[in-house]
Structure formats: C-alpha cells, structure tokens
C-alpha cells in the first residue's frame, strides 16, 4: 500500500465521523423545528480575535487531557479517571500555591510538579488494583473519580474559604501568577502563559512512542500482551508505570488555569474535562498530532456553540450532541476503515503471490 492511500485513509475515520456527527446535528435541528442553516452559518462563522484566543486556550487544555487519556490508551488501559487525577492534582497545587511557603516563580514550579505527583498517585492507586488484584481500571478508575468529588468538596470545607456560592481555596499571590501572551492588540483575551506546556507535553509525548524502548514496549504491549511477555517485557510494570505517567500529565491540566486565570481552586472550577480528553484522544487516534486536531475541533464547537442561543436561538446543547455523536461515530468509523485497510493488504499480498513465477519440478536424478 503506498503512502498517498496510507494517508487517505487515516483521515478517512475522522472525515467520516465529522460528516456522520453533522448529518445527525441536521437531523436533530429538523425534528425540534430549530433555524438549521442559522446554526451552520453561525457555527462555523470564522471567530473573532478574542474567541480565537478563547479557543486556544481550550485547545491547550483538552491537548493535554487528550495525551493524558492516550498514554493509557496506548498501553490498551482504559483511563477514564483523568477527571478526577485532574481534581485532585488541581486543588493539591492550588492549596500549595495559595500556602505561599516559597517565593515568586518558585512557588509556582514546586505547585506544578505538587500536581503532577498528586496526579500519578491518584492514578497509580488504579494501576497498583490492576496488577496486584486483577481489579479492572475502568471499574477503579470510575470509584476514583466519585470519590475525588467528594474527597475536594470536603476539603474545600475544611481549608477553603467562602465567597458568595462559592467556596475556594486561598488566592495565590500575585508574584506566583503565570502572565498571559497578548495575541491581538485590540482583545484583552491573552492566551495563558502556561498553555505552552501543551507543546511541551505533545513534543515529549511523540519522542516517547518513537524514540525509547520504553515508547516500543509501551505500544507493544498494547498491541498483544501475550507477544509482549513473550519477547521479556514485564507487562505489570508497563502498566503501573502508564498509569503514573498518565496520572501526572492529567495533573498539568488544570495549571493553565489557575495560574493565569483563577489563581485559586473552588467549586466553581470548570468541571468534566477530563472526560472531554477521552473524547478527543479517541478522535485523534492516540496520536500526538492527531489529538492536536481533535482538541482544535472540540474547543471550536465549544467556542462558537455558546453564540447559539444568541444569534440564532438555538441551545448549545445540541453542541454536546454534535460532539457526543463524533465520539461514537469515529469509534465505528475506524472499524470500518481497520477492516477495509486489512482487505486491501489481504488483496495486495494475494497479487504479489500471484505475480510470482510458479517454482518449477526438478529433474529426477538418473
């Protein structure tokens, strides 16, 4: 199979999905008597310079859920207890932060890396369960995530403070916030100054996979532990590890954040991203550069969904719809596409068989 039909067809999944999720989106309009190609015109509207920034940001912080989820993924772990690794990390950095035991920019490196441990311990209660109990990861990673809400929310009772509805940890000072980057002159939006640990953790990431033997065993594993084991590779270490790994870079995710916006974690912190990750490694195949388009998607349906009910009187639910249906739909879609790309290679390898002179009898020797 040669490269230009590779290609075709590893976008072939996601296209899909997107023509799958925008045919159903229709639909839905139709049956609830909604302006159908109002929602269109607004949605895909190019955005303004704030809302580009706005989308940015999203992006950076759905990139990083995104690789969070992968790393699991990829090891055939299936973390969905990145919503609470990201809680628990969050607040852990916030109530370090907001202490003030160290100076400046100080304080906000230690916070950093307070939840990124706070994330791979989280994590790693679920990789520990897998391997020395048999528990699944998918059954102990949802607990985890009940009981990091309750476990913040009571926290936040203990250590918080409370202001209006709200209750939040204390406001890290001023010398610890991580300053935004101006992008338009004319929008006060800045992009957050730590959405650059996106690149960072993309960059990483892609070198892990294809550079290490760690990054081999690691995808190895997850094609066929049977073949890992087989060719020396300790599967119950590969799988605490991912898990720690990817608890810790699901402790990143809220950092953008609360240094550049919030400068402090409450009740009112935004919630449900950890399981939008899912979402989009799902859309990006677990690949780095694939999960960069599904994070840009994902944050410009967001984005554009809250001028709906504005402009044209439509909810932004049907958003959620829309990305709802794209994570089915791209699920099946890469069925689809595995299936036609094995028969493609059967047929090829059939031709070459074919192609081949036939071995010709030797004479019998006299």
Do not use: C
Not at 208 to 213: A, E, K, P, Y
């Amino acid at each position: 199979m040669n490269l230009a039909k590779r290609a075709a067809l590893g976008l072939a999944a996601p296209v899909l999905a997107l023509v799958v999720a925008a045919v159903v989106a229709s639909l839905v309009l139709v049956g609830t008597g909604d302006d159908v190609a109002g929602f269109w015109k607004t949605l895909l509207t190019w955005p303004q310079g704030r809302n580009i920034v706005n989308i940015l940001n999203a992006s950076a912080i759905l990139y990083i859920s995104g690789v969070a989820a992968a790393i699991g993924f990829r090891m055939n772990l299936f973390n969905i207890g990145v919503e609470g690794q990201y809680r628990v990390a969050t607040f852990a950095a916030a109530a370090f932060a907001g202490a003030g035991w160290l100076p400046g920019k100080l304080n906000t490196v230690v916070a950093v890396l307070v939840a990124m441990l706070a994330g791979a311990l989280w994590a790693g209660i679920a990789g520990l369960l897998r391997t020395t109990r048999g528990v699944s990861e998918v059954i102990s990673t949802i607990m985890l995530n009940a009981i990091a809400g309750s476990l913040v929310g009571y926290l936040l009772t203990r250590v918080g403070s409370s202001t209006g509805n709200t209750r939040s940890t204390k406001q890290i000072e001023q010398g610890s916030w991580v300053g935004g980057i101006t992008i338009f002159g004319d929008s006060p939006t800045k992009l957050f100054g730590l959405s650059l640990v996106a690149v960072v953790v993309g960059v990483l990431f892609w070198l892990l996979l294809n550079r290490t033997r760690f990054g081999f065993d690691l995808r190895a594993s997850g094609a066929s532990e049977t073949a890992a084991v087989a060719s020396g590779v300790d599967v119950r270490r590969m799988i605490v590890i991912s898990m720690l790994m990817s608890g810790a870079v699901a402790g990143l995710i809220g950092m953008p954040t609360l240094f550049g916006d919030a400068h402090n974690y409450g009740s009112s912190f935004q919630t449900g991203i950890g399981f939008a990750g899912i979402a989009v490694a799902l859309l990006g195949r677990n690949n780095p550069v694939g999960i960069a388009f599904g994070a840009l998607i994902f944050a410009f349906l967001t984005e554009q969904g809250n001028l709906l009910n504005i402009l044209v009187g439509v909810s932004p639910d049907i958003v959620a719809v829309t990305q709802g249906v794209i994570v089915i739909a791209v699920v099946i879609a890469y069925e689809i596409v595995r299936r036609y790309r094995v028969r493609l290679e059967q047929a090829s390898v059939g031709e070459q068989l074919e192609a081949q002179p036939a071995p010709q009898p030797k004479e019998p020797v006299s």
